[in-house]
């Protein structure tokens, strides 16, 4: 079986989507799987009509293979591509969230990805998800039948268990790309309101997505005077990522919405308690015993659980317990990826 796996850009790129992909694909892999990525360029999820001419002419070029995985950054985007492609073998669209429900979008471009996303799921012989949330959205927003909608969760990567503060501060840590959906302002407005309480906050996450939107994070550090409390570390290497993992008391990440949420996952199997919020497949990837989850942007609610969490140490190790019990139900990579292999072997035949 041969596997087309297309994407735009560069797969590299440290967001949980390309992520995924990227485990998905290395697994397979490393089973022994063919697989080929293929990589499209522009600017998408908003091609020009350039981009879309070159990627319909890149169709052309492909290699002859049993199946196509299309990321939904791209089919999303581009419902000619996926028509296309159909013709010559039967395509799976990946939706890690829907394109549409990106925060910041403007109303005409939002209901334009909609459109755009719902006329390409027609080309598609079934849909991959990574949450039973997502699937749900996907089929109550695009009107597609559930029964060709199918979960395959991310993995979970393991690593030491967290071992906390060394000292009398409480280490926060929150982990994700600073763009609006990841709600980094709502977490430094929280964080401005319990000042009075030991604790520092390192974020660890790609600051070049939203120049606007970190220079304004900087602005609101100054302004709280939470310079000297707070650290935004940008892209670094996993094993400063694991290193962060191991020496934090709470994960904190009040996203705006999740299509899973894998860094909530990695938190949970690492014995960290974790803030959030409800948006989204949150509540799914999250356990009510793992953690406390609050409504998004509500500033308060957030200031409140932080203040009670980084308060009360007995509370932590209660969620600490319940998250290592959770550990186990969380799937590994090679679990994820056999699963969705598996997905694209029956659609195949």
Known sequence: MHILFIIPGDINLPTGG?????????????????VSLISIKGNYPF?????????????????KANIAVVDGLLGGASPEFLEKLSKALPVVALIHHPLCLENGLDKKSAKSLENNEQV???????????SPATTQTV???????????????PGVERGEISDGSKNSTTN???????????????????????????WHLDCIGSTDFDQTLFAELKQTLEAKSLANKITFHGSVS????????????????????????????EAIVRGLPVIATKAGAIPDTVPETC?????????????????KMISDKALRNQYRE???????????WQSSSKAFLQILKDISL
């Not at 390409?120 to 990574?130: E, H, M, P």
């Not at 089929?139 to 969760?153: A, G």
């Not at 430094?188 to 030991?198: E, K, P, Q, R, Y």
């Not at 953690?291 to 203040?307: F, K």
């Open 18 to 34: 390309y992520r995924y992909d990227r485990e998905i694909i290395n697994a397979w892999k490393n089973s022994g799987v063919e």
């Open 47 to 63: 091609p020009t009509k350039a981009d879309k001419q070159s990627a319909l002419e890149e169709i052309e070029k492909l290699p």
């Open 120 to 130: 390409g799921l027609q080309f598609a012989s079934a849909i991959v998800t990574t």
């Open 139 to 153: 089929s109550n927003l695009f009107k597609y039948e559930k029964t060709n909608i199918h979960n395959v969760l």
């Open 172 to 198: 926060l840590l929150c982990v994700g790309s600073v763009i609006k959906r990841k709600g980094h302002k709502d977490l430094l407005l929280a964080l401005a309101n319990i000042t009075h309480l030991d």
């Open 238 to 265: 996993e094993e400063i990522i694991s290193q962060a993992y191991e020496n934090a008391d709470i994960f904190v990440l009040p996203s705006l919405y999740e299509g899973y949420g894998m860094a909530y996952a």
């Open 291 to 307: 953690g406390i989850l609050v409504e998004p942007s509500d500033i308060q609610a957030l200031s409140n659980a932080l203040e």
């Open 322 to 332: 319940a998250t290592l019990q959770a550990e186990p139900f969380f799937p590994t």
